[in-house]
């Protein structure tokens, strides 16, 4: 872990530099605004722009607060992981193409530190913009909406902050292994088509990680069934654990795949 | 002299192509060696096992003793085309790397602007290295593998992608590190391995067809034929019929070959003062390394 901090710093500087620190954040708090405001306007919006004749009348469900939160974590969930697979799925696997990593890889560095230092720019990079994003959104759904359980809010972030962080293990393992491009294809089935496989089919069982979304929702309603939750972060984490120690060992032996 | 380095039958398999095949050689604390050989010869497999980007398939690699903890640090790696964060100043990157081989916190910025002083880039240390031309990469590149002082430097094509003012700049570099570093580099350019080599090691298919110092492989290949040059081509011809020995003629100019110093330049002189042929030129050939290396290289084939 020794080199740790001065991988962090490269990885830092790219990101800032490639404006990554700014269009991610950005993408995350736009998504999290226009739910609550969409939907709150949709009535002006259709009377503004559509066709419509005067006399006709819409009969718009009421929303709750914690409906429209959990709407945004429907975006999220697309939008963003798309971001997280496709934005990522080159961290370790370009360095390797283009041979950049090849003057890392030829010097003394520890291979956790490494992957550690990916971690952590990916994880100050998407958990913080998602939480951002979702602050945003909650300022919008109090004004428009009303106000929603505090405690209850901070238990969602937490357990949604878990599921991210293991869409990014996932980023990172895949990158560890393949080329950039599979790498990309692989995320993609794992944190888009699985988690809609598990939601149609899912009923059959309770302990996931693609369920910790569907958990934090129920956390934002307070009608959370405790122990497969519970059982779920902890594998979770334990597979978050895998994925990383993993991508360390897989990231030391593709060294040689490294241009040269 | 202390061995630094020692490689022993050394094999990398890639299915069942041999990139390189059984190689045994040492190498000499402070010396240069060149590792020459046409493309695919596996030079640049070589250098990466040593630098420990591969993995050998068998043999083994000793390194002195002398050389304690991660050896990795004791080596700098100058790959042949150099790839550099685009977004990292060259003075960053320096610096990066330098932190990277365990350098010491307060010598890494003197050490990192130094290096660069060193190779020439003074003026570009705060430019962005997605600018620099494929010369100042080069550069930048052999800062890279020298910032942290290693005591064995890997450099694969270090100068043939520079112009010819670019490589004597580098050279004469490298003659300076030579001082106190080992160094074992690559090339095809002969006139370069030629400039600065204590020891000269052939690469074909994979195997090591040769090997010794410069003198050494002059001595055993250099003085193979006389050179015998005629005012034209019809007169080199007729010599050709006449000869008494096997010679080969390339337009005025007839080359034989001497086996164990047969035949005695003498003897050759005698047949053509006899034959009132017209000639300008005759000596004994002291082939350049271009033509040694052809010779060790179709010699094995």
């Known amino acids: ?260 | 002299m202390k061995t630094l380095l020692h490689v022993q039958e050394l094999t990398k398999e890639y299915g069942k192509e041999k990139a390189v095949n059984e190689i045994t050689f040492s190498l000499n604390k402070n010396t240069a060696t060149a590792l020459i050989g046409p493309n695919g010869a596996g030079k640049t497999t070589t250098l990466s096992i040593l630098a420990g980007l591969l993995k050998q398939t068998s043999g083994s690699v000793v390194i002195d003793g002398d050389m304690k903890g991660d050896i990795r640090s004791e080596i700098g790696f100058l790959p042949q085309y150099p790839q550099f964060y685009s977004w990292l100043t060259a003075l960053e990157f320096i610096e990066m790397a330098a932190q990277l081989s365990g350098i010491d916190g307060k010598m890494i910025r003197s050490q990192a602007v130094r290096t660069l002083d060193f190779v020439g880039l003074e003026d570009a240390k705060n430019k962005r290295t997605g600018t620099f031309s494929g010369g100042m990469k080069q550069r930048l590149g052999l800062a890279q593998a020298i910032v942290h002082k290693p005591g064995l430097l890997l450099l694969d094509e270090p100068v043939s992608a520079l112009d010819p003012m670019g490589r004597r700049e580098v050279l004469n570099l490298l003659k300076e590190l030579q001082e106190h570093t080992t160094i074992l580099y690559s090339t095809h350019i002969l006139n370069d391995a030629e400039e600065m080599t204590d020891q000269l090691l052939f690469l074909k298919k994979g195997q090591l067809v040769e090997q010794g110092s410069l003198k050494e492989v002059r001595d055993k290949y250099a003085n193979l034929q006389y050179k015998i040059i005629f005012v034209n081509t019809e007169e080199a011809a007729k010599f050709v019929e006449i000869s008494p020995w096997p010679a080969k003629q390339e337009n005025e100019v007839v080359f034989i070959h001497l086996e164990e110093n047969k035949p005695m330049m003498n003897e050759v002189l005698q047949i053509l003062a006899n034959s009132n042929l017209q000639l300008s030129k005759v000596e004994r050939a002291s082939a350049s390394l271009e033509e040694i290396f052809l010779q060790v290289v179709n010699k094995h084939d």
Do not use: H
């Open chain 1, 1 to 260: 872990m020794i080199n740790f901090s001065i991988l962090f710093q490269k990885e830092w500087r790219e990101n800032v530099r490639n404006f990554k620190i700014l269009w991610i954040p950005l993408v995350f708090i736009l998504f999290g605004i226009s739910e609550p405001l969409t939907y709150y306007y949709l009535p002006q919006i259709l009377n503004a722009v559509g066709n419509m004749p005067s006399d006709m009348a819409f009969q718009l469900p009421e929303y709750t607060p914690e409906q429209i939160i959990m709407s945004t974590i429907g975006q999220y969930q697309l939008i963003g992981m798309l971001i997280v697979a496709f934005g990522f799925a080159g961290i370790i696997a370009r360095e390797r193409k283009n041979g950049t990593a090849t003057m890392l890889y030829v010097r003394p560095i520890s291979y956790n530190g490494y992957v550690f230092s990916k971690l952590a720019i990916m994880g100050i990079l998407i958990v913080g913009s998602a939480c951002v994003g979702l602050l945003a959104n909650l300022y919008y759904t109090y004004v428009l909406y009303g106000a929603v359980d505090s405690i209850a809010f901070i238990g969602f972030l937490g357990t949604y902050s878990i599921w991210l962080l293991f869409a990014i293990s996932v980023v990172i393992c895949c990158s560890a292994a393949f080329s950039t491009g599979i790498a990309s294809v692989v995320s993609i089935f794992f944190l888009v088509i699985v988690p809609v496989v598990d939601g149609l089919l899912g009923t059959y069982w309770t302990i996931s990680p693609w369920k910790l979304p569907m958990y934090a929702g129920q956390i934002l309603n307070s009608n959370l069934d405790k122990t497969p939750f519970i059982w779920s972060l902890i594998i979770t984490l334990a597979v978050v654990l895998l994925l990383v120690v993993g991508a360390a060992y897989i990231a030391k032996r593709n060294v040689a795949k490294a241009k040269i």
